[in-house]
């Protein structure tokens, strides 16, 4: 049995909301392994932050200063694959490369030094024949938890979440993953560190000396619900935890994730909630001191109320300790996002998108001039950004 990937909610969202239409038969390539395919995306948009100024917008994974008020090329995805087949022992691999503004904030270039290439998956993956089959991935391979992807076409919003914003990104390491039954799920690794560089090592400090003990957890539990349980037999939750080294930050990290989907009763309305939460456990190096804490609680809902249009909506609140500074963050932040998504071709994904994110612990960090003179703090409680956002998959 093939384990689908961790992030339940955004691939449960797009089996109802956005079809797979575009991008769902890779072109195979003649090449040694006749196997292999091609597939992947483009993805451009525009941003306008009315009023606020750019120095401090808020600081999301994938967003920032550098998308707003302008035309702008996020990313290029490239995969090559071999999936599993059906023989007893099975063998695939599967390459995913970056390229553009996306790939430098993706940062798993590893020489530490960020550009516009980037790995974002590069695995072999075994099939081990036990029982319902053991899947084995050895390499560079997505996290393991969060309701969100970084691919941008099996997520209902253009701009990540703060939850998904504080998860890891990717791993080198190794992973197992085994189907128990319909209804469990398990993955269980362990990976240099929390990343993303890629093959990085941890140490006490940034750039230091190397702890060659040192590794990273990884573990995940999802849960499908049988059919037996009527209303709810369309509900999937999932749960996850990494725990290791964040060379990044110099730190001990533990991150914790629980979430889920369901499909309701209603005519194609699906709800779903996530949980996220990351402490420092260890923090050596200025500035920050330990212990801690950053964590977001987020809850979505999607409509697709005609086969070309659909409406998907985020509420999100995010809370972290005063030690963890971020610039473009406050202490408690309310978040809301409403995307109008348009499929009128069928390989084009188009969405647009209105984000609001307010500061309710009575700071300003979000806006300001700039960057000459160079301010040092926001003058702004609130952020507001329009986007629009075009996706061709291949």
Known sequence: MQINAPVIGAAAAWCLVVSAGAGEHPVNLLTADSATTLGGYVSTSAGWSPGAGTAFLPAYKYGGAGKSDGFNLDGVNLTLEHPLDETRFAAGYRVDLLFGPDAAAFGSQSTGIRGDLAIRQAYVELLVPVENGLHLKFGVFDRTLGYESFDTTVDAHFTRSWGHTI??????????????????SADLGVADTVGPVINQRASLVPGGARVESARTGLAALHFSAPESWELFHNLA?????????????????????????????????????????????????????????????????????????????????????????????????????????????????????????RAVDGTTPFGGAGPV??????????????????????
């Open 237 to 357: 939750l999932s749960s996850g935890w990494v725990s290791g080294f964040q060379n990044g930050l110099g730190v001990d990290q533990s991150s914790w994730y629980a979430g889920g989907t369901w499909v309701t009763p209603l005519t194609n309305l699906l709800v779903g909630f996530a949980y996220d939460y990351a402490g420092l456990n260890r923090q050596p190096a200025a500035p920050l001191t330990t212990p801690a804490y950053w964590n977001a609680t987020a809850g979505y809902a999607s409509w697709q109320f005609d086969p070309a249009w659909a409406l998907h909506g985020r509420a999100e609140y995010a809370t972290r300790s005063g030690n963890w500074v971020a610039p473009g963050t406050a202490d408690r932040t309310f978040s809301a996002t409403a995307t109008l998504e348009w499929k009128p071709w069928h390989q084009v994904l188009t969405r647009l998108e209105f984000r609001w994110d």
């Open 167 to 184: 998860e890891p990104s990717t791993h080198t390491g190794m992973l197992a993953s085994y189907a128990f039954d319909h209804e469990w």
């Open 373 to 394: 003179p160079l301010p040092i703090a926001g003058t702004r409680q609130n952020a507001f950004l329009l986007a629009a956002n075009l996706v061709y998959r291949f």
